[in-house]
């Protein structure tokens, strides 16, 4: 039963929440800091009269109140729900304790930690990763950078990380050394592998 009402409000989430174009004026970010923490920042069209932001925002909260319930302490916390250009854009801000709470909650992948960490964990690490200038990962780069932090992921939003971005999958476009526009990828998933 519960899995019913989750799917329900997720359906009714992707309603409210599904673009009709793509003029918001901020673009929809997932946020990595040091430590793993996740933090998600949704923007999205919310200009017809049927939306209602006091029904999205218990919504949400309804969500993450039964996501949390399933652990000893919170792992997800709404941040804020709120109006934004003249009520034509509506900004959902989460933050969840780390990236494994991200995709169990938005049932997309990622996964941030060490190369070690991603490779023990099953993940295979491209070959095909480039630096900013075009030029292919060497062949040795991860054998002895197993300590290097990586993103692997499947949500192709702005990524913001920790550390600089060193190595990414072909299409992401570099925004700064640590944000990435991921959304011309063409795999199914992206990896950013970072440097400190």
């Not at 899995?3 to 970010?29: M, R």
């Not at 990380?161 to 299409?171: A, C, E, H, L």
Request: charged content about 30%; overall charge negative; proline content about 2%.
């Amino acid at each position: 039963m519960k899995n019913c009402a989750k799917e329900a409000a997720a359906i009714l989430l992707t309603v409210l929440l599904t673009a009709c174009g793509d003029t918001s004026p901020e673009v929809t970010s997932v946020s990595i800091d040091k430590d793993g923490a996740v933090t998600n920042v949704i923007y999205e069209e919310f200009d017809k009269d049927y939306y209602d932001i006091s029904e999205l925002e218990s919504m949400v909260g309804s969500e993450i109140d039964s996501y949390n319930s399933e652990f000893i302490s919170p792992r997800i916390t709404l941040e804020g729900v709120e109006l934004i250009d003249d009520g034509a854009f509506v900004k959902v801000s989460m933050t969840f304790k780390n990236a494994s709470d991200f995709s169990s909650f938005n049932e997309e992948k990622v996964f941030y930690g060490t190369v070690e960490e991603a490779i023990d964990a099953g993940y295979e690490i491209s070959k095909g990763l480039v630096d900013k200038g075009g030029d292919a990962l060497s062949e040795d780069f991860l054998d002895e950078h197993k300590d290097n932090h990586i993103v692997i992921t499947t949500d192709k939003v702005n990524f913001i990380t920790p550390y600089k971005i060193r190595y990414m999958s072909k299409g992401v476009v570099l925004l700064s050394d640590k944000e990435a526009v991921l959304e011309d990828t063409t795999g199914e998933s992206v990896q950013l592998l970072l440097t400190k």
